[in-house]
């Protein structure tokens, strides 16, 4: 089973603010098959990224993945209000589908 | 607008089955990938297992031999069994579409394992 670490654990920083967002894999996920999802309290997670860097349908361009192999990245170019929340990778290149621990963006 | 609805109990006893239903509405059943997805409180998403509408299943080893998911496209509907609970088992469980980065999730529900 593919193990993904995501890093920081928190993150804290204001609205307007770059953040930068790391998931390493145990071992190569086969063609960047990452996703990233945000989660807020009380709620279902929400897909942004799938295939690494591809945003799913309706999300901001301020969303970016990126990476290959075993380190991928989701950037958040300027934060909004509503950006502050619990983010989590997920590979499904190999099975079973794993995801990472999560890193929380929290307000500064 | 595809809407997905868990229902079921909310508490289960140990040893006993946890039986959950999910409905799919505004949408067909028909095509697509359905998935259960999990997450205990308070800690990260873990992935339980999906059905294609024809019912073939692919389910996480870890709970491969508890796990029963099944589908019922009269009904629009798609189900999901645990058997033989303990209290590891209590989480939030949703149900979702797409078999790899489900799309749209229904709401969860928490499922509570204690006598």
């Known amino acids: 089973e593919i193990v993904l670490t995501q890093s920081p654990g928190t993150l804290s920083l204001s609205p307007g603010e770059r953040a930068t967002l790391s998931c390493r894999a145990s071992q190569s996920v086969s063609s960047s098959y990452l996703a990233w999802y945000q989660q807020k309290p009380g709620q279902a997670p929400r897909l942004l990224i799938y295939g690494a860097s591809s945003r799913a349908t309706g999300i901001p361009d301020r969303f970016n993945g990126g990476g290959s192999g075993t380190d991928f990245t989701l950037t958040i170019s300027r934060l909004e209000p509503e950006d502050f929340a619990v983010y989590y990778c997920?590979?499904?290149?190999?099975?079973?589908?794993?995801f990472g621990q999560g890193t929380k963006v929290e307000i500064k | 607008q595809v809407q997905l609805q868990e229902s079921g109990p909310g508490l289960v006893k140990p040893s006993e089955t946890l039986s959950l239903t999910c409905t799919v509405s505004g949408g067909s059943i028909r095509s697509y990938y359905w998935s259960w997805i999990r997450q205990p409180p308070g800690k990260g998403l873990e992935w339980v297992g999906y059905i294609f509408y024809r019912g073939s299943t692919k389910y996480n080893p870890s709970l491969k031999s508890r796990v029963t998911i099944s589908i019922d496209t009269s009904q629009n509907q798609f189900s999901l069994k645990v058997s033989s609970v303990t209290a590891a088992d209590t989480a939030v469980y949703y149900c979702?579409?797409?078999?790899?980065?489900?799309?749209?999730w229904g709401q969860g529900t928490l499922v509570t394992v204690s006598s």
């Open positions: 979702a579409r797409g078999r790899d980065v489900p799309d749209y």
């Open positions: 997920q590979q499904y290149g190999s099975s079973p589908w794993t």
